[in-house]
Each structure stands twice: as C-alpha cells, then as structure tokens.
C-alpha cells in the first residue's frame, strides 16, 4: 500500500485519448456537471457492489449505498459524496491527474472477466473535469477501500497544476467540493439544483439525497412510527388525549376516548430522495399494471390526460434496449403533436429525441428509451456515427408497426376508437419510412360521413359504379355541409380527412397508387355529373346561351373580370350557386397559407362560380339583367356560394350582413 506523500505535480494528459477528446467536445449545457459527478458517484458505488459480488470485498451488514448532493448558497458550494471504492494516492493520480484516463475503462479492463461493463457508466475519464466549467477550485477527500488504504485530499484551482496530501476522511467512498465562480452562483440554490438533478438523474441506479447546509435551520413534522434512528429530534410535539362525555345504548353517560394522546416530532429537515432507482422501463412488461404504466407516465411527463396506450420496449440481443413508448392523447385544434422521447444510458438522461436513434415521425410519441449499448460521445449529449444506430432505430420502428398491426387485426374497436390520436403518427410515418409504410399500408382506416371506418379498398369498391379511382374527402364538416347533404342526397360517401397531415399524405398515396390512376378530390372540388339533372343536346346550346348572358351579369354585378362562371341544371331546385375550386389550385393554396400566405391574397384563382339554372333567383337574375335590384342579388348569390366554400373576410361579411337587411326590408315591403 503506498503512502500519501506532500507533493506538487502537473496534469497530465493522456495523449492516446486526447485527440478523439478535442474532435468530440461538445458540453453545451454548464448545468450537465451535475449529471457528470452523480454519474461518477454511482459508478464508485457499482464497482463496490460488484468486488463484494465476486468476492473481494466483505460490505458491512446493511450497509446502504448512495451519493449525496449538498448546497450550500452561504459559502456557494457544492458538494457531491458517495460511499463508493474511493481511491488511493496512485489511483487519484491515475485517474484524476490525468485527464481522459478512464477509471471505469481501467477497472473493467483489469475484471473483464467477472464483470459485466453494461452497468458502468464512465467511459472517458472527463466527466469530473466538467466540474471546471462552474467552479474556480475543486477539492476531493476520499478513502480507499483497500484494506490499510490512507485518505487523500486533492485540490485544483483550474489550471494545470495541483495539490495531493494525505487526508481526514474516515469512511470509504469520495467527497467532492466545488468552490463555484461567480457566474455559476446559481447552482448552490437548492431549488435549482433539485430541478437541475430531476432533469438528468431521475433515474440513475444508486439512490441520490439532496440537502442544504448553512443559513437557518430547517425542520419537518413526523409521526412517531415515521422516525429513523438518524433523525435529529428538535422538539416533541405532544398531542393530549380527548375524550367526550356520551350516552351508550343503555341510556348511561359514559367517558369515550375520541382521540388518543400522539406524540409528534419535528426534526432537522431530512435529505430529499431524488431518484427512482428501479424505473419502470427496467422491470419485464408482466410485471407491471395498467395503473403503475399511467402513473409513470404523468410523474416524467406531467400530462394530466391519460395515454392512449402504450408499447414496452424489452430486447437483449443482438443489443440491449428497453424503453416505454406511449401514445398521447392529443388536442389537435390546441396543441402541437410534438412529443418527448427521452434517451437514456444506463438510466443516465442523455438527451430529448435524438434523431440517429429516433425516427422522426415517432418523436411525435413520449417515451423512454434505455440503450446501454449506444456508441455516444465523450459529453454523452451526441451519438457517434455507427451503424448500430441505424439498426436500433429500425428495431423501434418495427415494434410500433407490429404493435398498431396487431391491434388493428385483434382489438379493431379499440384501434378505431383511438384512430383520431393515433393517425397523424401513422400517416406520418407512411410518408417518413418506406418499410412503416409497407407494414402499415393495409392498416389505414378512414371515418366516412355516416362515422363508420372503412379501407381505402372497401371505399373504392363502393363507389366503383358513380366515380371509379376517385377519393372524395371532407375537410370541413360544417363548411362543407351543403356538399356533405348534397352527396348523401345522392347515396354517395366520402371520406373525412381534417388533419394537416392529410395533405401530404394522400398526395403520397396517389404516388403510391399511380398505376391504378387513383386520385383524391375535396368534397367542393367540382360538381360530379350524379348532381345534375341528365341534358340533351338542346338543353346544352340553351345553358351555353345562358352561361355566356350570366357571366356578362355576374362579372359586371361583382367587378371581377377574371371569375369563371359555369352553368349547370342541378337536381336540387333549392340551391342557387356554389363555389368549386381545382384540386390542384386548392392544394396550392394549402401550402401557401402553410407559409404565412392567407386564401385572400390568392384571389379567385381557380375558382368556378356554378349557378343552378333550376333556381328561381338565378332564373329571374337571367330574365331582368337590367332589374334595379340585379347586381344586389348578384352580390348575395355569390357571397352565399362563397360562405358554403370558406369564411369570408371581415369587410366581405360587414357587406354580406347589410345586404341581408337590405334584402329582407325589399320583401317586407
């Protein structure tokens, strides 16, 4: 056993690991130093746990493991202790003096074969150095667990040079302070150290207590039954015993106890625990309940709705990832379908929805995912390109296509139940991932006007006889009514798609299905031949007539020159005109308005008046062109098309409204 001497030294660095280091560097966040030290502490608690598992080293009866983070805003520390191995003099000079010389990457090696590295969370040797980026002076007390191992005491101030003597620790395991700067104050805050530790150690494999040192005292109340033999009692609050005077069945009165005497205590305020050290993810999906899925769910991502449902992640080989991933309940008309999937290393929080491993269309989900066997980069907060990547993000995405498969084959009412949530994920992933694509494609289901689900087949075969290869669909109900009943009117179905990943996906669906010329049109796109009443070749000469008269009417009435006028014998008497627009100028507009664009400033573009040639105000429009009150109707005719095809602009309904009265004074006259 070698003897802690006074001495001087230089850092040294490991030059073999110092170029990956300096390509690699990449400790964005100042606050990631909690999780470095934390992570350190745990891994001096494992490396512990493993030498008394192989039987080389003997832990006291119930001995119990843990780091402790202490603040101390007064002196503006912090300290991180463990009760871990803790170093000697030659292994503080091994592993700390030299910079990127991995301690775990060395006791590994030296019990590569007891040991399983899996559960070690250092690999690089530079997590304690992240203590620099808030702190002017770091020290370490620590104390070996060999057996005649002296204590040592190390101090830094931040440069390259440092101190070691022999030091007062007493029990096994390492103290570390950090002297913080004065931009980094903030972290001796209890409540921003608390969110800081939430952020990253939830979940880490060694229980983590936070405490205050320095200022006033303070204290918590317990019950009697509560009080552990490390408590600090301050005071003991005794609570009498009450009784009240009452008459049994007897008709006697009597003396009942109502409340027996307690005693209470208030105690120096315990450390706070800040981790689960058994997550839900690590544990075999049977042994886990619907409520315990539920709970974990709102605890990480404090969402008051519960989740749809969700998938349990649990692989050993060919790599190790478990991991729950959970389909949210979704508020489209408020709420942005972005979601959470957090990444985890050994229950070290890497990162939010790293893209390498996440496919993309599932960041949409919440979730955990545990991966052991990820190649990430000395700061832990970035993966390494590796193929194995690649081959992790597949496995996911298999597992949620068999998931959403099975239960569209197995539980179809559950799977229609859930379609409104659950659809932009699918769709979404239809248009991201060709292999989702084909495990899905024959899982998609579509709500008709009636509310049932039907395939896209099944609708197809349907309508084969009115209007073979074409996909009416709703985006609108309630703005597209008038076409809604004008359809069911003629025993035709369509199809509801309201969700803003529609647009892309049924353009990706009618690429898929180019070869049976299959196409999407919008309810109100154009006038399908079922509406109007069957012509002869003298009934068309006679509506071309009227179509040209109505344009000259209805252009000058409007002041549009460039509106398209169309005139057509609809079967419903009733409706005077509406408004259809091109499929391909609507989609257009869609996406202009996706950038910032709105549908006024697209003018009428594209867009076809259709005039009922069978309704009396068009017909009277047509026979008193000259009428004092013409251009009026004109006006209201159009604004009504109008209204049945979008909203109208503030100054159009400020007109629209005044017309209106001005109409409705005309007829009662």
């Known amino acids: 056993m070698s003897e802690v001497k006074q001495e001087q030294g230089n850092l040294s660095i490991n030059s073999e690991n110092l170029f990956p280091i300096i390509k690699k560097w990449l400790y964005s966040d100042h606050d990631i130093f909690f999780r470095e030290l934390i992570s350190n502490g745990c891994d001096a608690v494992t490396k512990v746990q493993k030498l008394e598992m192989m039987g080389e080293y003997q832990l006291q009866e119930g001995e119990k493991f843990r780091v402790d983070v202490i603040v101390n805003p007064e002196e503006k520390t912090l300290k991180f202790i463990d009760n871990g191995i803790g170093m000697t003099a030659d292994e503080v000079k091994e592993y700390i003096t030299q910079i990127a010389f991995s301690g775990a990457t060395d006791f590994l090696e030296k019990y590569k074969d007891k040991t399983n590295e899996d559960q070690i969370i250092g690999h690089f040797g530079l997590g304690f150095y992240s203590a620099f980026m808030v702190a002017d002076k770091v020290t370490i007390d620590t104390l070996s667990y060999q057996e005649g191992a002296e ?24 103290e570390i302070t950090l002297y913080l700067n004065d931009e980094s104050y903030e972290f001796s805050n209890e409540y921003r150290a608390r969110e800081v530790i939430t952020k990253y150690c939830s979940f880490m494999p060694v229980e983590i207590y936070l405490s205050k040192e320095g200022g006033e005292q303070e204290y918590q109340t317990i019950e009697k039954d509560e009080l552990r033999d490390d408590d600090v ?63 974990f769910y709102r605890s990480v991502f404090h969402d008051y709705k519960e989740p749809l449902f969700w998938i349990h992640l649990n692989m050993d080989y060919p790599f190790n990832l478990k991991g729950i991933l959970y389909f949210p309940k979704i508020n489209m008309e408020y709420e942005s379908i972005e979601g959470t999937i957090k990444l985890y290393n050994n229950q070290v929080f890497i990162a939010d929805n790293i893209k390498e491993v996440i496919p993309e269309f599932l960041m949409l989900l919440k979730g955990v995912i545990d991966c052991p066997d990820l190649p990430l980069n000395v700061s832990r907060s970035a993966l390494q390109n590796d193929g194995f990547v690649k081959k992790i993000s597949d496995y996911i995405t298999k597992k949620v296509a068999d998931k959403l498969s099975g239960m569209c084959k197995t539980e179809r009412e559950s799977y229609e139940k859930y379609w409104d949530d659950i659809n932009p994920f699918i769709k979404f992933g239809c248009i991201k991932d060709d292999k989702f694509n084909e495990k899905m494609k024959d899982y998609i289901i579509y709500k008709d006007l009636d509310g049932k689900y039907i395939s896209l087949d099944e609708y197809l075969e349907a309508a084969k006889d009115k209007h073979e290869n074409q996909v009416f669909y709703v985006t609108d109900e309630l703005q597209q009514s008038q076409y809604i009943n004008m359809f069911k009117e003629q025993g035709l179905n369509a199809v509801i798609l309201k969700n803003p990943i529609d647009q892309p996906f049924i353009s990706r669906l009618e690429e898929a299905m180019k070869d049976k010329n299959v196409k999407f049109r919008r309810i109100d796109t154009d006038l399908a031949d079922v509406f109007k009443e069957t012509a002869s070749e003298d009934d068309k000469k006679v509506l071309e007539e009227d179509q040209t008269k109505l344009t000259d009417i209805f252009k000058k009435a409007l002041g549009v020159e460039a509106l398209d006028v169309k ?103």
């Open 233 to 295: 009692i301050a005071e003991t609050i005794v609570e009498d015993e009450k009784t009240e005077e009452k008459e049994n069945e007897n008709g006697e009165k009597e003396t009942v106890v109502v409340s027996p005497r307690k005693e209470r205590y208030k105690i120096n305020k315990r450390p706070s625990l800040m981790n689960d050290i058994h997550p839900l993810w690590t544990k075999h999906p049977n042994d886990c309940t619907d409520e315990e899925y539920k709970e």
């Open 567 to 669: 005139v057509e014998k609809l079967k419903n008497a009733d409706t005077s005109a509406m408004i259809t627009l091109s499929e391909d100028m609507r989609r257009m507009q869609d996406m202009m308005k996706m950038y910032g664009m709105s549908q006024g400033q697209m003018g009428t573009e594209g867009q076809t008046l259709v005039l009922n040639a069978n309704n009396a105000l068009v017909q009277y429009v047509l026979n008193n062109p000259e009428g004092e009150h013409v251009n009026m109707f004109c006006q209201q005719i159009y604004d009504l098309a109008l209204l049945s095809h979008c909203p109208l602009n503030a100054e159009a309904m400020t007109k629209f409204v005044a017309r209106s009265n001005e109409i409705l004074k005309l007829l009662a006259k």
């Open 151 to 174: 204590p040592v005491y190390w101090e830094c101030d931040g440069d390259s040079e440092y101190s070691m003597s022999k030091g007062n620790r007493t029990t096994r395991g390492t």
